[in-house]
């Protein structure tokens, strides 16, 4: 095993951060690795918006659902999906603008999640400590008005960044078995099933023993994601792709 | 510049491969990194597809428009954006099913495109190539009857992985004053656009000389991405989600 795979084996979340601030030289590497990243036809339909501005956190905290790790952590990345950028830049070149689609929002969103988790690495590498936040896509209205995003820009992925204050415990994985096939897709025979989450359940229920649910299973659907809540965010999200020109 | 960074900055996409096989330990390894990726409430709503096999690669060529990367590396993968398993393991758990919806096909689909990007890393680091390839995408219809994917399961990105046996020269990148944001989104005004584009534009010009189009922004809209495949992937896809039951 070399050191990257072993970097990335290595990952958790991190919520608790140091006060230590981030250097522009710091953040710029970061940055210039999320670049790097592959991108279709290399067009790089993404934006990365820095958070450091304290008033700026606190606008977005409600969005983010008043975590933390927003508040705590230096620095706060948005990725969104931009074909605003090139949209004036096929403009000035006298260009059709063929990307009011919905394939255009998702080859800006692959984009933007392949230079986040680039960065995620490459701030790793630095000793720093993310966690993602899933509240960017969820609360991507109130986001795109708080951060000014004009046409054709999304937010889709975001995470806090900074030095961390706690190393928690690597959170288990489903066995690859659970997760690869072969040539064809086989649809999990139910008596698998159980032994392809045997290790989750088991850490999930100390995870969550508190909440007072009997199953890891209700956990998830009773406490941490509602079919209100996912009805509502993907009704906010289908509106505003439209709004933003992304849903043709 | 610590190794990390340095292998990231120093990605190109390999689209020519030795016919060297990949043993099932190193593709093991690889996998296994892609499962630490993060993932929405550790859901790990996503599997991976390993196409070896001659004959699965040839259903598969006209798909991936018959580019010729499918055929030359010994793996292709597939990543989907899946809550099939999560659906069934809900099912013996008596929990309710959450997950018909956008959202969940968006949350599905982040965390099978970290997961790759964390594939394509570690193979990277491994010494080996990778290209993704966008007609995953673009063909979801098509790939989810050739790779039989049921319910809840959509194809969501892919590359091919093998040893190279080319090293192109790295593509050039956006500056990253064109695209980062500090604290608000600020749309570029037109005279920067052009200083932004500058470099890729003059990259582009001669990948793209022998087309005998103008610029690179009319390559873009005239020859590469025509409105009409657009809106014909978007309505493709959007079709696959409803069959697939993801657009409540």
Not at 130 to 135: A, L, P, S, V
């Amino acid at each position: 095993m070399n050191t990257v795979i072993e970097q990335l084996k290595s990952h958790r979340s991190v919520r608790k951060y140091k006060e230590k601030t981030i250097s522009s030289e710091v953040l710029d590497q970061i940055l210039e690795a999320a670049t790097m990243a592959s991108s279709s036809g290399n067009m790089q339909a993404y934006s990365i918006i820095v958070t450091e501005d304290e008033k700026m956190k606190e606008k977005m905290f409600k969005a983010h659902f008043e975590q933390s790790m927003l508040m705590e952590a230096p620095v706060f990345l948005t990725f969104c999906a931009d074909f605003n950028r090139m949209r004036r830049w096929l403009k000035i070149r006298d260009a059709a603008n063929n990307f009011d689609n919905f394939m255009s929002f998702m080859i800006g969103s692959i984009d933007a999640i392949l230079a986040s988790q680039n960065a995620a690495i490459a701030a790793e590498s630095l000793g720093l400590g993310i966690c993602y936040m899933g509240t960017t896509l969820a609360s991507s209205t109130e986001l795109s008005e708080i951060l000014e995003l004009p046409e054709n820009v999304i937010p889709v992925v975001g995470f806090s960044l900074g030095y961390p204050d706690e190393l928690p415990e690597k959170r288990k994985r489903l066995p690859i078995e659970g997760i690869i096939h072969k040539e064809k897709y086989q649809q999990y025979p139910f008596y698998e099933i159980a032994k392809i989450y045997e290790e989750k359940e088991r850490e999930g229920m100390k995870r969550y023993q508190d909440v007072g649910i009997e199953n890891l299973a209700k956990v998830y659907t009773e406490y941490k994601y509602t079919e209100e809540s996912h009805i509502k965010y993907s009704k906010d999200l289908l509106g505003l792709l439209e709004k933003q020109r992304f849903l043709n």
